[in-house]
């Protein structure tokens, strides 16, 4: 096993992805080693000493790739430390407060239960206009106080710097 952390991620229409791409820089930037790359593309998890799973919510359900991925998964996941992260509460305020404190889909307890990530984390999300599909647009135009970037980068940087100070105190380069 190399001692490389994956950050794997669902994206929609990219906000999740450049969340996903921020803590993998944030990663290296600490030293580590991390391959950044969509659930869909991940074929082997030998390499990785560490993962971090982050997908975007939708109505608070969790894209079915990455749910798919947490699902076939779990048993190495479970051996191994992991994070997992969700983006996509819009509006101020305390992203988990806007889920009334939940953290993943009630769903998904059994497979959060196996795995025990070492932390679950939700960030705001970002609507990009111009990257929705007709019905999305409808929606949004509705309620534009719940359109742009709501993400909160230095909350994320935080949160990923944690993650590294996490793996490099446990031995993971």
């Known amino acids: ?35 950044v790359l969509p659930v869909d593309m991940v074929r082997d998890l030998t390499p990785y000493r560490a993962f971090v799973v982050g997908t975007a919510a939708y109505m608070f359900r969790w894209r079915s790739d990455a749910v798919l991925f947490l699902k076939k998964r779990q048993n190495l996941l479970a051996q191994r430390p992991t994070w997992l992260f969700s983006s996509g509460p819009l509006g101020k305020g305390d992203p988990v407060e806007l889920l009334k404190g939940q953290r993943f889909p009630k769903s998904l307890q059994p497979i959060i239960d196996r795995i025990k990530p070492r932390d679950v984390a939700v960030f705001h999300g970002f609507v990009n206009m111009q990257k929705l599909n007709l019905f999305e647009k409808f929606v949004f135009n509705r309620q534009p106080a719940m359109q742009g970037d709501f993400r909160d980068w230095d909350a994320i940087i935080s949160w990923a710097n944690t993650i590294a100070a996490d793996l490099k105190k446990s031995g993971a380069r």
């Open 1 to 35: 096993m190399e001692e490389k952390v994956l950050v794997a991620f669902s994206s929609k229409h990219g906000a999740t992805a450049e969340i996903a791409e921020r803590v993998g820089q944030t990663l290296r930037g600490s030293g580590l080693k991390v391959d």
